[in-house]
């Protein structure tokens, strides 16, 4: 009789699947480190207007007086001299994937991102190294008057908007990181949906690093107009190279009075990549933000997906599940800040430790005076596979009014050996029972997922059969 | 007489210490003196914490002669010991304990008639380089008591120390050093008590506690300093083999109380029961930083800290539950919770876990903060309760989860009492 073991383990096939690579190309590679050349050069190349120049050596200057953390993971092995910070692949980017030059457009084959598009996106985006290689909108939704494009695209098609909103979330003096993807920022989408207008099939972007001791800065800027609704994914992979790479991002989002914004990330960069990422969402009165948030790749990754609720009834929810297996940590978590009364934010965190992994949750509720009947619950769960792993929680709460309600509640456990034994006592193998754990453990992720990407999360964490014996 | 070399010496001389212990405080001045105020800005065991309006300066060492401590004898207790500022303590001790070899004395007098003891554990614990409050109290401690329970020593009434103020402007640093032996059951007592509720003074009340296998320790600190008291306080237990810990520590006075109380599990099967109550009234500020730290395997530790904050009162709770490597089969909980009864109140709550073991059966914590709940409320408002004496209720109800768990009579009656006063 045939047994299956199935096997827990992320970043076992990672090397096949995901971590190829292809020979680097590229038409343009910016030289080694950072400096006020290289900014120059970067806006030169993308021929900016002179405000954006300006913007860029202001936050570099940011950059070189502020400070790292010094809470966190451990970024002190970070050599931001030995990372190229910009580097363009090709000319000219695809509105078809035939335009694609096709050693790229083969990486995203591989990748699976045509067929999904396909299946059931109704946009994508496909960044590769520094530069949005593809792009795509149904033109449906583009007659609608749905901007869904590059960032760098929209600073030259759309200067107006654009304007109004870059920055206005997230500014360069935020913190250190932000200030460096301020300075070398490439990439990234710009999203704009209407007044009214709901995009009911997800937007997709990919984000693909290639090259060795990369540094990717992507800048996404959302808006979402008065009661529309977005939900927009995004994926990214990279080859495994014994050198690490950057991948350093600034996600703005806006939701406007009674609109609905979701923004579901499935990161899962190779582990040799630090991936340190500032993402803030401001929500207006009675708008909704979403963020989902899953980590399973990188090195280190060090990000707190947050949400303002600047109005009455907004609402922010944060789902963040983090894997961290051999060598990774995961400092993941969420914030949210009530500003406004008649607030809610919910924030659910679940964690899962391998192989001498170690996960954190790190989180912030903050609500200021004034934000009377505000609620806001946060709960962590954290299961720890094996001896070696680790786990940590800082949540922090600080509340300046009294008319709130305020919870948080975290666990901390083991695959519990009575669920074990029920599941094998029906026969079903250790190994078995284990996935099927972890599987329900984390099902509150994965049915927030679309179906397809639940497959493929699935597929991710490896939950799946492997091997038959006897 | 400010924060001198000379004051350290002099106060030496004053209780008639050996030599040893008169150099330990000057190690201790040294330390003091070598480091600054903390950043509370980049320190994270400080952030939160508002040290703008604290002057160091501003405070003598002590202040001579400055009267002995009320008078007045308690009852159902089995031993006492008394002091006001930094006037030699005056103990008392039921004549059977003392046979059984029950040793409540002055600090000072037990370094020079228990030398091994009391240098063994005075400040292995609570360490002078921890900071520049703790480095001070090390070199100015003004005496206080130490506590020994032989072996197999049950003592079933509670074991008291009240410290009082030595006087505005002086500060007041007392020191309870408590050892455990094997398999001894008993309960002690800390009183912090200000004669006069407005007098400004800089204080501390620090414990070390250490039980030895198998002990079982009831401890109890009462922290009733004036509203004008800035206090830096360390309290840290070690734990042995099965040894088992139940403590209640009660903050109602001072301007800023600052406390650290820090559980080591490190005996095998060892447990810790932590509790917590406060209220704050006024501009009132608590700070409290408290640690679970499982070293040893199958440790359990169950913390509780709940208060109340009134008129502009703040507290800021920030707790650490850590599961070390070896620590299997260990079971933690951890919660904090506070209900604010006016708009200008507040509480930061920062519950933390660092879990490096698996083997553990469980570890969780909570924190909560919020109003008097309001279905709650309406729900007696509804059975024709008027709305102050149902708020009181609930009140009470919320603090009584703490106050009932205070072992000792005495103690409970007098926070009863103070509570009531505060919820009116």
């Known amino acids: 009789m045939a047994t299956v073991i199935p096997r827990i383990d992320v970043g076992d096939n990672y090397k096949e699947k995901y971590g190829f690579f292809d020979p680097e190309k590229f038409v343009f590679k910016a030289k080694r480190g950072l400096s006020p050349e290289v900014v120059k050069e970067i806006s030169w190349m993308k021929n900016e207007p002179e405000w954006m120049t300006k913007f860029r050596l202001r936050a570099l200057q940011i950059w070189d007086k502020k400070e790292l953390p010094t809470w966190g993971a451990d970024l002190s092995s970070i050599d931001f001299q030995n990372i190229y910070y910009y580097l363009k692949s090709t000319e000219k980017q695809g509105k078809t994937w035939e335009d694609v030059p096709a050693d790229i457009k083969n990486t995203f084959d591989r990748l699976g991102v045509p067929q999904a598009e396909r299946k059931f996106l109704a946009g994508v985006a496909a960044q590769y190294e520094s530069e949005v290689v593809y792009h795509s909108l149904h033109k449906e939704l583009e007659s609608k008057g749905v901007i869904f494009t590059d960032t760098d695209s929209a600073l030259r098609d759309h200067p107006d908007l654009f304007k109004e909103y870059f920055g206005t979330i997230i500014p360069p003096g935020d913190n250190k990181l932000a200030a460096l993807n301020s300075a070398v920022w490439s990439g990234g989408s710009f999203i704009y949906v209407p007044k009214g207008v709901k995009v009911e099939i997800p937007l997709q972007a990919y984000f693909r690093i290639n090259a060795e001791n990369m540094g990717q800065f992507e800048r996404t800027l959302i808006i979402c107009d008065e009661d529309s609704f977005v939900h927009y994914i995004e994926g990214c992979t990279a080859p495994i190279y014994t050198t690490d790479s950057l991948h350093s991002a600034v996600v703005e989002i806006i939701v406007k009075r009674g609109a609905r ?57 944060v789902l963040s599940v983090a894997f961290a297996g051999k060598g990774q940590h995961q400092d993941a978590g969420g914030k949210a800040v009530h500003v406004a009364p008649n607030t809610s934010s919910n924030i659910v965190s679940k964690s899962i430790s391998k192989n001498g992994g170690r996960t954190s949750y790190r989180g912030l509720v903050k609500v200021y005076p004034g934000a009377k009947n505000s609620k806001s619950f946060v709960r962590c769960d954290a299961l720890l596979l094996d001896e070696q792993s680790r786990s940590d929680t800082y949540p922090t709460t600080e509340v300046d ?17 009575e669920q074990l034994f029920y599941l094998q006592s029906r026969g079903i193998t250790r190994a078995e029972a284990e996935t099927m754990i972890v599987n329900g453990f984390i099902e509150p992720f994965t049915k927030e997922l679309p179906i397809e990407y639940a497959v493929e999360l699935n597929r991710l964490i490896q939950l799946e059969m492997i091997g038959s014996v006897g | 007489m400010a924060f001198t070399k000379a004051a350290v010496e002099e106060l030496s001389a004053l209780h008639g210490e050996p030599e040893w212990l008169r150099a330990r405080r000057l190690d201790a001045f040294g330390v003091f003196e070598g480091m600054s105020l903390p950043d509370t800005r980049r320190n ?7 040290l703008k309006a604290l002057n160091l300066e501003a405070y003598a060492a002590f202040q001579q002669p400055n009267g002995l401590a009320p008078a007045g004898t308690l009852e159902n207790v089995g031993a006492t010991l008394r002091q006001r500022g930094t006037s030699p303590a005056v103990a008392s001790i039921a004549p059977d304990l003392a046979r059984r070899g029950v040793i409540l004395m002055p600090l000072a ?22 900071d520049k409050f703790a480095a001070l109290h090390a070199a100015l401690f003004s ?66 506690v250490f039980l030895e296998e198998g002990a079982e320790v009831g401890y109890v600190a009462l922290q009733h300093w004036s509203v004008k008291t800035w206090q830096f306080a360390n309290q840290r237990f070690h734990l042995g083999r099965d040894a088992r810990l139940r403590m209640v520590d009660v903050a109602l006075g001072a301007h800023l109380a600052r406390l650290r109380v820090e559980a080591i599990l490190e005996g095998p099967g060892s447990s810790a029961d932590m509790k917590g109550l406060f209220f704050g009234t006024g501009e009132q500020a608590f700070d409290f930083r408290t640690l679970q730290d499982h070293v040893g395997p199958h440790t359990t530790s169950d913390l509780l800290f709940k208060g109340a904050l009134r008129d502009q009162a703040k507290s800021v709770y ?11 089969g260990s079971s933690s909980n951890q919660a904090n919770r506070n209900l604010l009864l006016s708009e200008k109140a507040k509480a930061t709550s920062e519950p933390i876990l660092e879990i490096l073991n698996n083997d553990i059966l469980r570890c969780s914590h909570g924190a909560t903060v919020g109003p008097v709940d309001p279905e709650h409320l309406f729900y007696l408002e509804s059975r024709g309760i008027p709305h102050p004496v149902a708020e009181r209720m609930l009140v009470q109800g919320f603090l009584g989860e703490v106050l009932d768990r205070i072992p000792v009579p005495l103690v409970r009656d007098a926070v009863e009492q103070e509570l009531a006063a505060r919820i009116e």
């Open chain 2, 143 to 208: 005496g206080g008591s130490f506590l020994y329970v032989p072996d197999g020593v049950t003592v079933e009434q509670p074991l008291v120390s009240q410290f009082w103020s030595g006087g505005p402007g002086a500060a007041v640093l007392p020191h309870s050093l408590v050892v455990a032996g094997k398999g001894s059951r008993f309960q002690f007592v800390d009183q912090f008590l200000s004669s006069d509720r407005q007098e400004a003074t800089l204080a501390s009340g620090s414990s070390e």
């Open chain 1, 261 to 317: 914004c979701r923004y579901t990330t499935v990161q899962n960069w190779s582990t040799n990549v630090y991936n340190l990422v500032t993402k803030r969402a401001v929500a207006y009165g009675d708008a909704t933000m979403e963020w989902v948030d899953g980590n399973l790749g990188s090195q280190i990754t060090m990000k707190y997906p947050s949400i303002y609720l600047m109005e009455p009834g907004a609402k922010g929810d």
């Open chain 2, 318 to 328: 920030v707790g650490v539950v850590r599961v070390e490597a070896a620590a299997r």
């Open chain 2, 44 to 50: 994270e065991d400080w952030k939160q914490v508002d």
């Open chain 1, 401 to 417: 009014e009294p008319q709130v309600r305020i919870g948080h509640e975290a666990t901390v456990s083991k695959v519990s050996d």
């Open chain 2, 109 to 130: 007098a037990a370094a020079s008639a228990y030398p091994e003891l009391v240098q063994r554990y005075l400040f292995s614990a609570v360490k002078p380089e921890r």
